[in-house]
């Protein structure tokens, strides 16, 4: 393991700086003490829990492993100064921000608690602004990550941000799968990487059977970007495994494009309905296997999932 790489895995507070990506509905309560208790850093994705649900699932979350573990935070939740008071009474060790850039107000209020603070970074320029906000650690994810994703790929953030910001760990995510890629990253000075999608089939994922089943089968070039037909009706790009649901959004868009000139629904209207397509879609493949019509979100590291097996033996594999 190279310095920063020791430096990684102090600042985790684990054996393997290896974080567990947090993806809604996957990574809970078993997935997420499995990866703590086999020497990674498992965190927990609160989604759009409830204050008293996420604190209901970290308490379960400890009685699972003795270990540290984190909680992920989207930040457009509605509750989120309510979700950080949680995560600061529940003496959570680290606190990762999503889905936009955290104010400092936010920062300050998570190390009030001695709480440490991650971000994602999509350019060395939020970097630099994270950095001087006090953020405690950045993650750096690629285009190839599954779920949200940003637009410029991980090799290319890697090369723009590594070598830029040296105050604070750096750990890399985007379509990582394997020991070489880890040991890549981490030779070019990163403290660690993020993986999710490796850990969806691990025998402690909670995912429905048909879900697995899909990531085990599927090919990197299986996991597609969301399409957008028109400017007019923003969609945000997601990476997901290409099903008849995306196939359906693309004809859903085009119905309501024609709805919205011929003047029958409002631009606004209009808007909404595309925006709340998906609404759903992932609990419905993730939790009820469907796999049809569900959002299959997953990183074009997907190829690399080949079988159903234990964390312990997925990190195995990975750490050489």
Known sequence: MTSRGHEGAAFLGCRYPILGGAMTWVSERSLVSALSNAGAFGVLACGAMS?????EEIQ???ALTDKPFGVNLILMHPELTTLIDVV?????SHLVFAGGIPTKAHIDQAHQAHVKVMGFAPNAGIAKKLV????DALIIEGHEAGGHIGPVSTTVLVQEVLGTITEVPVFVAGGIGSRQAIAAYMAMGAAGCQLGTRFVCATESRAHPKFKAAFINAHARDA???TQLDKRFPVIPVRALKNQGMDDFVTFQRQVIEDVDGGVLSLKEGQLK???????ALRRAVMEGDVDTGSLMCGQSVGMVTREEPVAAILADLVG
């Open 51 to 55: 204050p008293d649900r996420l604190r």
């Open 60 to 62: 379960a979350t400890r």
């Open 88 to 92: 600061c009474e529940e003496n959570v």
């Open 132 to 135: 001087k906000s006090g953020i």
């Open 224 to 226: 597609i970007v969301s």
């Open 274 to 280: 595309i925006e709340h397509y998906w609404a759903g």
